[in-house]
């Protein structure tokens, strides 16, 4: 059952290409939500899966690490969608 909670917000995952934030993305988007994919690799596939849910996606290969790059993903992701909600 879907959490009305979810439908329609925003989430930023980390992990993203891996086995559990690829499960984490796909349960949030399967709940309604669209998914910025975060990852130092990237996280296509997943996008593709999220896509194929009728969700947006956004994969984003970016280093946590480095405060320069997390800054423009903020960017990206607001640009993208809008807001950011999880």
């Known amino acids: 059952m879907m959490s009305r909670g979810h ?5 930023v995952i980390t992990g ?3 086995a559990l ?3 984490f993305a ?4 399967a709940e309604g ?3 910025a994919l975060v ?13 194929a849910m009728g969700r ?7 280093d946590l690490a480095d405060a320069g790059a997390v800054t423009r993903l903020a960017g990206e992701v607001l ?6 909600d999880i």
């Open 7 to 11: 439908q329609d917000r925003v989430a």
């Open 16 to 18: 993203a290409a891996g």
């Open 21 to 23: 934030g690829s499960h």
């Open 26 to 29: 796909c349960r949030l988007a």
């Open 33 to 35: 939500c669209d998914i």
């Open 39 to 51: 990852d130092v690799a990237p996280a296509d596939a997943v996008a593709l899966r999220i896509e």
């Open 56 to 62: 947006k996606a956004y994969a984003a290969a970016v």
């Open 79 to 84: 640009e993208r969608f809008g807001r950011c």
